[in-house]
C-alpha cells in the first residue's frame, strides 16, 4: 500500500488527478491514522463518514470531470469553527454538546471546494492559550519529543496546537487554524510545519466561536507553504454576513507563487533582538536573513518602536473583547447549565463558574476590569491608542521595506505544566507574533530548522496588509533553501 | 386649561416648585427586518419564530446592520433640525439578562448617529404664545430585547426573542420641559413627526413608543435638582402622571429635609405611582466600547441627499402653508397634527377646492361624521375626490350648504359621489325666480296680518318669510334669490 | 492600580462568574501581576493619538431591508438546555 498520510496536500491532489490512488483510499488512510493516534489528544471528534463521503464524491467527480480545487483532500477542522451537526466546543465545557445547526463559511467554503472533514481538531479554550493545556479536553500531545533521552510530553503549542499535532504527525495532510495573537505561527513554528494568518478581513469570521473580534483570523497550517496557498485560496473571500470581511476576490496564490525575491527588501526589526531568546533562534534568524539575501531580497535593518508594549496591548484589548464575546455563553440557549442558587443570577454565575476553565475565567476578569466604570480610559482606551501606533509602526517600516523576517517564537515547544503557573510567561510566547495580529497584518510561520535538543524552530514573515502573495513567496524562498525535511518519530 | 404662558408651578409647604423634565423616548424603527439580522420585526408572532441565529446569539454570529434603519433614523434626525453625523459607530452595553441573549445590546454611546436638534411644541393649539423650542440631546440606534413571561409556569420564566434586535431610535431630549403639558405636548409633536416621516408607527399600546422619563424639583431659578427616571412609561397620559407625581413626590422629600436620590423607578399604573429600583442599581456598569464586529458607519453624500429628499412636508410647514391659504391657526393646527389627516385634507385640496370652506367643512362636518360613526379618517367611507366635488355644488351654488349636510348625510351611508345623489334625488338649487316669486305671493298673500307687522317696522319677520319660503320650495331655493325677491315684494 | 479581595468579588459579580472564598484569594495576586505588567503602557506616549476604530480601513457596509430569516424555531431552539412551547424556559424571574 502507498503511504499516503506523509505527502503534501500538492502530491496528494495531483496524484489523485492522474489515477495513483482514489481519494477514498486517501480517505481510509488518514482515517486510520487519525484513529491509532488518540494518544496525542489531537482531535476532539472523529468524522470519518464525512471523509469517506467527501472521498466517494471526489471519486465520482473524477470519472464525471466535475472536480473542486480540494476534491479527494480531507482535512481537520479547528473546534473553534461551526460544523453542522457535528460538535462544536471551542475546546470549552460550557459548549458541552452543542451541535451547531450552521456550518461556519470558511469550513463551508472547504466543503465546496470539495474537501472531506477527518474531524474536529482540539485546542485551548476559547483559542485562549499558548499551549493548548487550558482544553477542557486535556492538553494535545506534542508528536516531538526531545533528543536529551528524557521523554518529556511537550506542547504542540496552542491555541491551534490539536492542528499543529495532526499535520505535524500525519493525522491530516492540512487543517484550519485561527489565530488571535499567533494561534496558527507559534504552533507552527513549534511542531516543523507552515502556517498563514491573512490579512484580518480576508477569512469570514462568521460560524467561527469568537474569542477577540477585532483580531481574530482563521487561516490554513500545512507541511508546506504551497499546501498553505491552496487552502487560503478555497478559505477565503469574502462573505456579506461578516461586516469586517474585505469585498475583494481572492487571488490566485499558488499560481502566483515563486520564490524569487529580487527586488525586495526585508525588513529586520531591531526590537526584535530581545533578552532572554536562546542564541539558537537569533542564529536561525540571521541565516534566514540569508536565505532571503540569496533568494534577490536586499535585507535593512527597520525599527518598530512600539514592540514591546504589542503584548500587554493585547492583553488588555483582547480580554476585553473576549470578556464581551464570551457573555452569550449563560446557559439559556445551548450549551451547558447549573441551576445554582438565587434565581437567573445564580443560573448564570453556577453555569459559567462550572462551564470555563481557569484561564478563560481570568481573562474574563481581566477584560471586565479593564472595561469598568473609572478604568475604561485608563486602560482600555490607552490600549487602542497604542495599537493605533503600533499599526502606525509598521506603516513607516513598509515604507523602507516590503517583507519583515522576525523568529515566529522565543523560544522551542517546552514541556507540558512548565509555564501554566506563569501566565505571564506564557504570554510571552506570542512576543514576536502579537504585533502583526494587531495591525492586521498577513503573516507566516515557516519551519527553519531544528534545535540542540532536536526541535523545530520557525521564522516569520510578516507583510503588508493584503500582500499575502509577498509573504508565502518569501516562506516559499525560506522553505527551499531551508531544505526541511525532518519528521518525529512516531512513538504514539 | 387655565393661560398656558403661565409657568407651571407646584406649591410645596414650604413654598414654590419648577419641575424640570427630560424624555428618553425609545421609537421602535418601521422595518421589514430586524437592525442586524434578517429576521422580521412584525408584531404577534409565534415565539421565537422571528429569530435568526444571529437573533440567538449563536456561538459565531454576526452583526450586519440593516440601510432602511439608518436611514430612517437619519431622516428622523433630518425632520428635527438635527445635526447627522456622517461618521458614528455602535458600542456595546454589557449586562446580562435572559431578554439578552448577547449578553449586551448593541447601541451607540461614545459616537451617535444624530446629534442636537429642535422640537417646537404648543402646549395650547389655539394659542401660538404657547410656543416653545424643546432641545433634542442625541438620537441613537439600538437593538431592542427580547420579552420574558412570568406567568407561564410556576418556578420558570419563559423567553420569546422574536422582538429581539428590532431597531430602535433613542431620542433623547434636553430637560427642557417644565410641566406635565409641556411634556405631553412635546411626545405628541415628536409621534406626529415620526408618523408624517415614516420612521415610527408611534403605537404606544403595542409598545413601539415608549418613555423614560427624567424629573427633578427646584426652587424657580436654582440649579437642576437630582433626578429620577422613571422607565418604560407607555402613554402620553403616564407620562404626565409620572411627571406629577414624581415631582410631588421630590418635593414632599426635599420639604422634610431629605435628599433625592438619583435612580431608577417604574410606574405602576394600577396605583398610580412609581417606585424604586435601587436594588438593582448597583450591580450595573455597562462597560460600554466600541463594538469590534461593526466598523464606523460613514455616511457619504449620496446617502444623506437621498434621505434629505424623500423627507415629506412635515407638520409645521403644512401649518404654515394652510394658513396662507386662509385657514384659521385653530383649523390650520388640527389638519396638520395627524398625518393621516393631513394627507387626506391635501388629496381634498388638490381637487381645487375653497381651502377655507374645505377647512370649515373637515373640521364642522367631517371630523363630527367620523365621531359619530367611530372610525379613523383612513376608514372614511367617504373619499377626498367625492368630498371635494360636494364642496364644489355648494361654492357653485348648485345647492345650498343646508341641502349639502343632507347630501353629505346620503353619501355616507351609500359611498356614492354627491352629483349623482343631488341629480338622483332632485336636490338641485333653483334660482327660477318665477316659481320663487309664485310662492312668495301666495305665503304673502296667506300671512297678510305679519305683512302689515312687518311694514309697521317688525323687521325680525323677515326671517319667518325666508323660512316660509324654503320650506315651501322643499329647500332647494337658492336662498340669495329668496331674499332679493322677498325685499323686493315686501318694499 | 492594585485590585483586593472586594473588587475581585465586584468584576467577578459583573461577570457572572461564582468564586469561592479560595478562588478570590488566589484571583487577588494573579490579576495584579497581570494588571501591574500591562500598565506599562503608561510609558508611551499617546497624547494627540485617536485609539484605533478599525484594524482595515473599510467602511461599515449596510445591507437591504429585506426579511430572509427566521421561522427556524426548531434550531434555535434545539441546544437549549430546557426549552418549554417554543420557548426557551429560565429560572423564575422576580422583576
Known amino acids: 500500500m502507498t503511504e499516503l498520510t506523509r505527502r503534501t496536500i500538492t502530491e496528494l491532489r495531483d496524484g489523485f488527478r492522474s489515477g495513483d490512488f482514489s481519494a477514498r483510499e486517501i480517505a481510509e488512510q488518514f482515517n486510520a491514522a487519525v484513529a491509532g493516534a488518540r494518544a496525542l489528544n489531537a482531535y476532539t471528534v ?17 470519472v464525471s470531470g466535475d472536480l473542486q480545487p480540494l476534491s479527494g483532500i480531507p482535512l481537520g477542522i479547528k473546534d473553534l469553527f461551526a460544523t453542522a451537526g457535528v460538535d462544536t466546543t471551542a475546546g470549552s465545557n460550557i459548549l458541552a454538546g452543542f451541535k451547531p445547526p450552521y456550518e461556519s463559511t470558511v469550513s463551508g467554503n472547504l466543503r465546496r471546494a470539495g474537501a472531506g472533514m477527518l474531524g474536529k481538531l482540539n485546542m485551548d479554550e476559547f483559542a485562549m492559550g499558548s499551549s493548548n493545556e487550558t482544553s477542557a479536553y486535556g492538553p494535545v500531545l506534542s508528536p516531538w519529543k526531545r533528543n536529551d533521552g528524557g521523554n518529556a510530553a511537550l506542547t504542540p503549542g496552542g491555541s491551534s496546537g490539536g492542528s499543529a499535532a495532526a499535520v505535524a504527525a500525519g493525522l491530516a495532510p492540512g487543517v484550519t487554524g485561527t489565530d488571535t495573537g499567533g494561534s496558527i505561527r507559534q504552533p507552527a513554528a513549534f511542531t516543523g510545519i507552515s502556517g498563514i494568518k491573512p490579512t484580518y478581513g480576508r477569512c469570514s469570521r462568521w460560524g467561527i466561536v469568537a474569542f477577540a473580534s477585532s483580531l481574530d483570523q482563521a487561516g490554513p497550517m500545512a507541511r508546506t507553504v504551497r499546501d498553505c496557498a491552496i487552502l487560503l485560496e478555497a478559505m477565503a473571500g469574502f462573505d456579506p454576513k461578516d461586516s469586517t470581511s474585505l469585498d475583494l476576490a481572492v487571488p490566485r496564490w499558488e499560481a502566483g507563487l515563486s520564490s524569487d525575491l529580487k527586488g525586495k527588501r526585508v525588513g529586520i526589526p531591531t526590537e526584535y533582538r530581545i533578552k532572554g531568546v536562546p542564541d539558537e533562534i537569533n542564529a536561525l534568524w540571521d541565516q534566514g536573513i540569508e536565505w532571503l539575501r540569496d533568494a534577490g531580497a536586499e535585507p535593512v535593518e527597520i525599527s518598530l518602536p512600539h514592540t514591546k508594549y504589542a503584548l500587554p496591548t493585547y492583553y488588555i484589548i483582547a480580554p476585553a473583547e473576549a470578556s464581551s464575546n464570551l457573555a452569550r455563553y449563560d446557559g439559556v440557549r445551548y450549551g451547558r447549565r447549573e441551576a445554582g442558587e438565587g434565581g437567573l443570577e445564580g443560573m448564570y454565575s453556577a453555569t459559567r463558574a462550572a462551564g470555563f476553565g481557569a484561564e478563560v475565567k481570568r481573562r474574563i476578569m481581566i477584560g471586565t476590569y479593564v472595561l469598568s466604570a473609572g478604568f475604561y480610559d485608563a486602560y482600555f482606551n490607552k490600549a487602542q491608542r497604542v495599537r493605533a501606533l503600533i499599526k502606525q509602526d509598521f506603516r513607516a517600516a513598509f515604507e523602507q521595506c516590503d517583507l519583515i523576517l522576525t523568529p515566529t517564537a522565543p523560544s522551542a515547544a517546552f514541556g507540558l505544566g512548565e509555564k501554566l503557573a506563569d501566565p505571564i510567561a506564557m504570554y510571552l510566547n506570542d512576543v514576536f507574533a502579537v504585533p502583526a495580529s494587531l ?22 514573515i510578516i507583510g503588508r496588509e493584503l500582500d499575502e502573495q509577498g509573504v508565502l513567496i518569501a516562506g516559499l524562498a525560506i522553505e527551499e533553501r531551508a531544505g526541511f525535511s525532518a519528521r518525529p518519530e512516531k512513538w504514539w | 386649561m387655565a ?21 428618553e423616548v425609545h421609537a421602535q424603527v418601521t422595518s421589514n427586518a430586524k437592525l442586524f439580522s434578517r429576521a422580521a420585526t412584525a408584531f404577534g408572532a409565534e415565539p421565537n419564530t422571528q429569530v435568526s441565529l444571529v437573533d440567538a446569539a449563536m456561538p459565531g454570529m454576526l452583526p450586519v446592520p440593516n440601510r432602511e434603519c439608518i436611514r430612517q433614523a437619519v431622516r428622523t434626525g433630518m425632520a428635527l433640525a438635527a445635526t447627522i453625523n456622517r461618521w458614528s459607530r455602535f458600542d456595546r452595553k454589557n449586562y446580562f439578562y435572559a431578554d439578552l441573549p448577547q449578553g449586551y445590546q448593541i447601541s451607540q454611546l461614545y459616537h451617535p448617529l444624530v446629534g442636537e436638534g429642535t422640537v417646537h411644541v404648543l402646549t395650547d393649539e389655539k394659542d401660538e404664545g404657547s410656543a416653545k423650542a424643546i432641545g433634542i440631546e442625541r438620537i441613537h440606534v439600538e437593538q431592542d430585547a427580547g420579552k420574558l413571561m412570568h406567568d407561564q409556569h410556576p418556578t420558570m420564566s419563559y423567553v420569546d426573542l422574536n422582538r429581539c434586535g428590532v431597531a430602535l431610535m433613542e431620542i433623547v431630549s434636553k430637560p427642557d420641559m417644565r410641566s406635565p403639558a409641556e411634556a405631553g405636548a412635546y411626545l405628541r409633536k415628536l409621534r406626529a413627526i415620526l408618523r408624517y416621516v415614516g420612521s415610527c408607527d408611534g403605537n404606544m399600546e403595542e409598545g413601539s413608543m415608549r418613555a423614560d422619563v427624567n424629573v427633578s424639583v427646584r426652587r424657580p431659578g436654582d440649579p437642576f435638582g437630582t433626578r429620577t427616571e422613571t422607565k418604560n412609561v407607555n402613554s402620553v397620559r403616564f407620562v404626565q402622571a409620572v411627571i406629577e407625581h414624581e415631582a410631588r413626590r421630590q418635593i414632599e422629600v426635599l420639604e422634610e429635609g431629605g435628599a433625592v436620590l438619583q435612580e431608577t423607578r417604574l410606574y405602576d399604573p394600577g396605583r398610580q405611582e412609581t417606585r424604586s429600583l435601587r436594588s438593582k442599581e448597583d450591580a450595573h456598569d455597562y462597560r460600554y466600547f466600541p463594538d469590534p464586529d461593526l466598523l464606523p458607519l460613514e455616511l457619504d453624500d449620496a446617502f444623506l441627499a437621498d434621505c434629505r429628499a424623500s423627507l415629506p412636508e412635515l407638520p409645521d410647514a403644512k401649518r404654515k402653508r394652510f394658513e396662507l391659504m386662509g385657514m384659521s391657526a385653530y383649523n390650520a393646527s388640527v389638519l396638520t397634527a395627524e398625518v393621516e389627516t393631513a394627507s387626506w385634507f391635501d388629496v381634498l385640496l388638490s381637487h381645487g377646492v375653497d381651502p377655507k370652506q374645505a377647512a370649515n367643512w373637515v373640521v364642522a362636518e367631517l371630523f363630527g361624521a367620523l365621531n359619530r360613526l367611530g372610525v379613523s379618517i383612513a376608514e372614511c367611507p367617504v373619499s377626498p375626490a367625492h368630498a371635494a366635488e ?6 357653485d351654488g348648485t345647492i345650498s350648504g343646508s341641502i349639502a349636510k343632507t347630501v353629505f348625510e346620503k353619501m355616507l351611508e351609500s359611498g356614492d359621489p354627491a352629483g349623482a345623489i343631488v341629480e338622483g334625488e332632485g336636490l338641485r338649487q333653483t334660482s327660477d325666480t318665477g316659481a320663487i316669486d309664485a310662492e312668495i305671493e301666495r305665503i304673502l298673500g296667506a300671512n297678510a296680518d305679519k305683512v302689515e307687522q312687518y311694514r309697521a317696522g317688525k323687521q325680525q319677520l323677515f326671517g319667518f318669510f325666508v323660512g316660509q319660503t324654503m320650506k315651501a320650495m322643499a329647500g332647494k331655493a ?14 | 492600580m492594585s485590585v483586593d479581595t472586594a473588587t475581585v468579588r465586584h468584576i467577578a459579580r459583573l461577570a457572572r462568574l461564582k468564586m469561592s472564598d479560595a478562588e478570590v484569594e488566589a484571583m487577588v495576586p494573579e490579576l495584579n501581576n497581570i494588571l501591574g505588567w500591562v500598565e506599562q503602557l503608561g510609558e508611551v506616549d499617546t497624547d494627540g493619538v485617536e485609539p484605533l476604530t478599525a484594524v482595515i480601513d473599510l467602511g461599515l457596509r449596510l445591507r437591504d431591508d429585506r426579511v430572509t430569516d427566521g421561522g427556524i424555531q426548531d434550531e434555535v431552539l434545539a441546544n437549549a438546555p430546557e426549552a418549554q412551547h417554543g420557548f426557551f424556559a429560565v429560572p423564575k424571574v422576580i422583576e
Request: net charge negative.
Open chain 1, 439 to 460: 495591525a492586521g497584518l498577513p503573516a507566516m510561520s515557516v519551519p527553519g530548522g531544528l534545535d540542540d535538543l532536536g526541535l523545530p524552530l520557525g521564522l516569520q
Open chain 2, 3 to 23: 393661560d398656558a404662558t403661565a409657568p407651571y408651578r407646584i406649591r410645596g409647604e414650604t413654598g414654590e416648585w419648577e419641575v424640570v423634565i427630560g424624555l
Open chain 2, 390 to 395: 360636494l364642496l364644489k355644488l355648494v361654492a
Open chain 1, 46 to 62: 472523529e468524522t470519518p463518514n464525512d471523509a469517506l463521503a467527501a472521498a466517494d464524491t471526489a471519486d465520482a467527480a473524477r
Open chain 2, 478 to 491: 337658492n336662498p340669495q334669490v329668496v331674499n332679493e325677491r322677498l325685499r323686493a315684494k315686501l318694499g
